[in-house]
């Protein structure tokens, strides 16, 4: 009889145990599933979200300092950094220009200058300053001297517009940068919403009785910003 029962305990014991395992893989399984569902999720998420995402160029403020290394490195590099581009023609407009005035007050001053000299050498093979006269228009010795006035007035002249070209083009690439600092400066400018003006009566004193009733009637004006 004890053999029977301690086989019957070992056997209701083993039974016991079986099945609490058995219940018990249901919820290993459960656990696995779920862990394996979150980390796909998580790698869902991961690959919708972009690696770089794309700046908002709204909230974009140029680097003042950057800016003006550009302008001065690149002529018109300090408006492209800061985005506007239509101040593109005008400053690359001043700059052709001037390239062009330089171009051709040069090549004015040369031809003058050559005349000149061709006119005072008195050698008759050199005479480009004919190029200069009018039809049926000749120089003798009579108007050489008037001549040699205008033509030499005339080199100086084209020599010193030359010269101003040069300087204007340097004024130019001044401004071009100028423009570029001060504008990447502004755009990070912090400018108040609450801007008003307030105009309101009142009385000025003009301090010439003891009188406290002896004042002018006027209009005070305050800006506030």
Not at 80 to 94: A, C, E, F, S, T
Not at 122 to 148: A, C, E, V, W
Request: aromatic content about 12%; some cysteine.
């Amino acid at each position: 009889m004890r053999i029977i029962s301690k086989l019957w305990i070992t056997g209701m014991l083993l039974t016991l145990v079986s099945g609490a395992a058995k219940a018990q893989e249901p919820l290993e399984n459960d656990s696995l599933t779920q862990s394996i569902n979150k980390e796909m999720s998580i790698l869902v998420d991961s690959a919708r979200i972009p690696k770089n995402p794309a700046k908002d160029m709204n909230l974009w403020r140029p680097d003042p300092k950057r800016a003006l290394w550009l302008a001065l490195v690149i002529p018109g590099g300090g408006q492209i950094y800061n985005r506007k581009y239509w101040k593109l023609p005008l400053v690359y407009g001043g700059f052709l220009g001037c390239l062009y005035a330089m171009n051709w007050n040069n090549t004015m001053y040369k031809d003058y200058s050559q005349a000149y000299l061709d006119l005072t050498d008195n050698d008759p093979g050199t005479q480009s300053y004919n190029q200069f006269m009018h039809l049926g228009m000749q120089i003798t010795d009579s108007n050489k001297d008037r001549y040699k006035d205008l033509f030499k007035k005339r080199k100086d002249r084209y020599r010193r517009w030359r010269d101003m070209s040069f300087f204007v083009l340097v004024g130019v690439y001044a401004l071009s940068v100028v423009d570029a600092y001060v504008d990447a400066e502004l755009s990070v400018f912090d400018i108040s919403k609450d801007l008003s003006l307030r105009i309101e009566p009142t009385i000025l004193d003009t301090h010439t009785s003891n009188n406290p009733l002896d004042g002018a009637v006027g209009v005070q004006c305050s800006v506030r910003f």
